[in-house]
């Protein structure tokens, strides 16, 4: 199964070609930070560095301890990119060509996004520091043809992904070719899965149903040959009744064939010994 780090480590594989989609996608890596990169991935921290150089943008680097006030000791560092925002000059999504807005797209789930593809499903969630980053994104993704939806956390403001049809979509958009290949593979099991077991339910139930039946025959047959009945009855229900007794355990279709008939033909008639038994019986 694929993991959620193998999906980000495909995105930071990805060199644009282009320098318009390195720059829109090192903005969608500050998007809501400002200049300040913070993270705990070594790969997503690197392509920031590798975008700002190509670009001749200015960058410091730093690592910082989460909870360097003593509030978490020992917790794990985060790494700290500091990029000059201003030399990157101003950026607008609606004058950005399709090239552009998917790497701005692949610089945000980089650098603010988090993927979890556990057994109860895929989720892919954006934690943002502002309200207004939020509300951009959701519009941004809206865009693209994917539902956001918002949500907050511990004093954050959450951007999330439900559905397997809109994580694919923005796997998609950004490029993670590997992970749509993926979770496509894991659809179509599970609706192979779920048809297989939808048809061995339904063939079991099938099959209660016509032991159950074949039961309730062989019943009536006894007791109609017991009280003398049978013999006198009409030749294609003695036929049709001695051809239930060689094959107890066989459906309506085997029974027809064997007899050469419909299968309604064999259906009336057993349904008829089983009226008849009813009546001796009252």
């Keep these: 199964m694929l993991l959620a780090g193998e999906v980000k480590g495909e995105l930071a594989r990805i060199q644009p070609a282009r320098g318009c989609c390195r720059r829109a996608e090192l903005l969608g890596l500050l998007h809501g930070s400002g200049g300040r990169l913070r993270t705990l ?8 560095v590798l975008l700002a150089g190509s670009l001749g943008v200015r960058v410091d680097t730093s690592r910082a301890v989460a909870g360097d006030r003593g509030r978490h000791p020992g917790a794990r560092h985060h790494l700290v990119v500091e990029v000059s925002r201003q030399q990157l000059g101003t950026w607008r999504w609606v004058d950005a060509p399709a090239c552009d807005r998917r790497s701005f797209l692949r610089g945000v789930l980089l650098g603010s996004g988090s993927i979890s593809l556990g057994r109860s499903g895929p989720h892919v969630e954006f934690v943002l520091r502002n309200a207004d980053a939020a509300e951009t994104l959701q519009g941004l993704l809206a865009a693209m043809g994917v539902r956001g939806l918002r949500t907050s956390r511990r004093g954050h403001h959450v951007v999330y992904l ?15 070719n590997g992970g749509v290949l993926e979770l496509e593979t894991q659809r179509v099991g ?23 039946a074949a039961d309730r025959q062989l019943f009536a047959i006894d007791r109609l040959e017991r009280d003398g009945s049978l013999p006198r009855l009409a030749p294609p229900l003695r036929e049709t009744a001695a051809q239930r007794r060689r094959m107890p355990d066989a459906d309506l279709d085997t029974l027809a064939a064997a007899l050469g008939v419909s299968r309604s033909a064999v259906n009336h008639r057993l349904r008829r010994l089983v009226e008849l038994a009813g009546e001796r019986e009252d």
Excluded: F, W
């Excluded at 559905?163 to 950004?174: F, K």
């Design 162 to 176: 439900k559905g397997l049809d809109e994580i694919v979509s923005l796997l998609g958009l950004v490029g993670a």
């Design 41 to 48: 991935d070594h790969a997503t921290a690197r392509t920031a």
């Design 190 to 212: 599970a609706d192979v899965r779920a048809r297989v077991n939808r048809l061995i339910n339904a063939e079991g139930a099938n099959l209660a149903r016509t032991v159950r």
